[in-house]
């Protein structure tokens, strides 16, 4: 168990609906990382959080926002969506969020179905 | 985008069998993380590298971050049918940055 905790597990819905992917990540840990694995593309960096400011951006569409609110805890919207957007999303978290030593943890995963 | 080049892409081997994968990139490296994901889980860290030419080791694992620092490898000594899974090669390419880019994955597969 590395502590990050996502929720929920498993996500199915239609094209054109917004689902929210929650992330609480290891206590002590100010960064949160969202990722995307699908088959084609792999594990692709979507976004980054610290300490609830976003501090960069990766591969992310538009239709997709995220936030990391006071508690620390971390929500990926995606909305808009398309069949293509079926994939793993998982949130990763490490202390900082940069620098040496910047080990990431990975959460179990949300996996979500677009129909 | 940055990517890796991660080899093989899979590994057919007997139990008791030692197990090499590798990384290359034309990027310079950071820091260098090998991951393990089992099916329906999040990637487990297995090793982090720090330094160009550092050679650790967890358990029967080993990985060394290349001189380059644009390359890694990872071995797995005396394989066992738990090491069954896919192995990911993970890189940082700089201190301010902490997203990580990933390689395509080694899916290794254990003969008892």
């Given at each position: 168990d590395s502590g990050v905790t996502q929720t929920p597990k498993h996500l199915i819905t239609a094209t054109g609906q917004r689902v929210t992917l929650r992330c609480s990540p290891r206590s002590g840990d100010l960064s949160v990382y969202w990722y995307q694995q699908s088959l084609d593309q792999g594990l692709q960096f979507l976004i980054q959080y610290y300490n609830g400011e976003e501090r960069a951006k990766g591969n992310?569409?538009?239709r997709f926002s995220a936030q990391q609110f006071p508690d620390l805890h971390s929500e990926l919207n995606l909305s808009s969506?398309?069949?293509?957007?079926s994939a793993l999303y998982f949130c990763a978290s490490s202390v900082?969020?940069?620098?040496?030593?910047n080990e990431q943890f990975f959460g179990p995963g949300t996996r979500l179905t677009v129909l | 985008g940055q990517q890796l080049n991660q080899s093989p892409q899979s590994m057919f081997i007997q139990e008791g069998e030692d197990v090499s994968m590798n990384c290359t990139s034309s990027s310079i490296f950071n820091t260098w993380l090998w991951y393990k994901q089992d099916p329906g889980e999040g990637p487990v860290l297995l090793i982090a590298l720090y330094k160009a030419g550092e050679l650790t080791s967890n358990g029967r694992l080993t990985a060394q971050f290349g001189i380059t620092r644009k390359d890694s490898f990872l071995n797995i000594s005396a394989s066992i049918p738990s090491d069954v899974g896919i192995y990911f090669c993970a890189g940082q390419l700089g201190r301010s940055q902490g997203n990580l880019i990933f390689g395509k994955g080694t899916k290794l597969s254990v003969k008892p």
């Open positions: 992310i569409l538009e969506l398309e069949l293509g957007d900082l969020g940069w620098g040496a030593y | -």
